[in-house]
């Protein structure tokens, strides 16, 4: 979707405030949002998380902090998912018809899951159709649903530096949970290709985009 | 931070807080969460992830070339040897090097990716609107908001992080730490330096 999450490029933000001996957490409760979060039964699609926190309206996304977004987006999640009822989010208080679920993530649970490594690298459909060195542009697409191709690349032409394997493709695994794996390549674009003739001649800028993005050049 | 805080501190709880605290209840009654789990989870990112794990990755990178190279080929791999990479958001990692007359910036334009295992939890500039609407097209007045000036000739390249791919920069070693061992050299690595927003 054309979000104001897509920010790359955009002028007017203002500077950036580098904070010295910066704390990991500003407040308590950006501590247990973070750990709500990541023990929530809402869990496992880092897609369909990130998409719920593009949908927070363009004005809110602009103005309220980063744990704020996260916590909006849990919200939602759950109501979503049928976790929580409209009515308990208000009342504070769990309806005592419902049944008591059981934590997805025990105590005992947390270091050993820190420790596991996890993968989004899954088994190809077909074999890749670009190489190193290939030159593609990516392509001008708009969906309105999630997609990880921003705005300031589409219809500009770069050279795929790295492939990466077939890695779960966000756009439809942020909506249908499926993994619908596709060919992931590191494409470079030289700044001026993007910016135009203001940037420095060698600079450049690196994404990682899926082969449905990108056409050959 | 304890979270006694919320009841000895000196400013009232704000809304958010409030909020926070509401949904925490309601979720732990409903046996949503565990909250020794919460705590936990807390704890892991106070305590065991941060950027000394990403220093100590450099460290050895620029005391054993054979490593530094395993890193550069298969950062993942590597950065699994010394033992992290586990808990998400260090899945699939890269590593790139700064050189003479060549400097790496990492932002994420679209949310916030970040190695969460050699790094830690992001600091609020990189999350911000400011930083990442303007690393990509800017990067050299960026670096001047963090006191870092490149001369006009080196080349920059930005790597937005728009995958699971994580990106690690293996800044420039200093000048004159010949003599220094793995421990000393990684006590010269900087978050900052990781991202590269920031020289050594």
């Known amino acids: ?217 | 931070m304890s979270r006694d805080h919320d009841h000895h501190g000196q400013t009232p709880p704000s809304d958010i807080a409030l909020r926070v605290k509401a949904l925490e209840s309601l979720m732990v009654e409903k046996g949503l969460v565990d909250p020794a789990a919460l705590d936990a989870i807390v704890e892991h990112f106070e305590h065991r992830v941060g950027p000394r794990n990403g220093a100590q990755v450099v460290a050895r990178a620029w005391a054993d070339p054979a490593y530094r190279q395993r890193l550069l080929a298969d950062a993942t791999e590597a950065i699994a040897e010394l033992g992290y990479g586990g808990g998400g958001q260090g899945e699939h990692m890269v590593a790139v090097e700064n050189a003479p007359g060549l400097h790496n910036l990492v932002v994420c334009t679209l949310c916030s990716c970040y190695p969460w295992p050699v790094l830690g939890l992001p600091p609020v500039w990189y999350k911000s609107a400011p930083y990442r609407s303007r690393a990509v097209i800017d990067p050299r007045g960026v670096l001047m908001e963090f006191g870092t000036e490149l001369a006009p000739e080196v080349e920059i390249r930005v790597w937005d992080s728009t995958a699971e791919i994580r990106y690690l920069v293996v800044p420039e070693r200093p000048a004159g730490t010949e003599g220094l061992d793995e421990a000393a050299l990684a006590a010269l690595v900087t978050r900052n330096g990781m991202i590269g927003t920031a020289l050594l």
């Open chain 1, 1 to 217: 979707m054309n979000g104001v999450h897509d920010m790359g490029g955009v002028h007017g933000l203002g500077p950036v405030a580098p904070e010295t001996d910066e704390p990991p957490f500003h407040a308590d409760w950006e501590q247990r949002v973070l750990a709500m979060v990541i023990a929530s039964p809402t869990r496992g699609n880092i897609d369909a998380g990130r998409h719920q926190r593009e949908l927070i309206p363009g004005a809110d996304y602009l103005r309220i902090s980063y744990y704020e977004k996260w916590f909006e987006a849990l919200e939602a999640m759950l109501l979503q998912g049928g976790f929580v009822t409209p009515e308990e989010l208000t009342s504070a208080r769990s309806d005592p018809a419902a049944p008591k679920a059981t934590p997805r993530l025990k105590a005992q649970d947390v270091a050993p899951a820190f420790t596991r490594r996890g993968s989004y690298l899954r088994e190809p459909p077909a074999p890749a159709v670009f190489a190193v060195g290939d030159r593609v542009r990516a392509l001008n697409l708009h969906p309105a649903g999630h997609t990880r191709l921003p705005r300031y690349v589409r219809g500009r032409v770069g050279v795929i530096e790295r492939v990466h394997g077939a890695h779960v493709y966000p756009d439809t695994h942020a909506h249908t949970g499926a993994d619908d794996p596709r060919w992931l390549y590191t494409v470079r674009f030289a700044s001026r290709e993007l910016w135009g003739l203001g940037a420095a001649e060698r600079d450049s800028v690196s994404l990682d985009l899926w082969e449905p993005y990108l056409e050959r050049a």
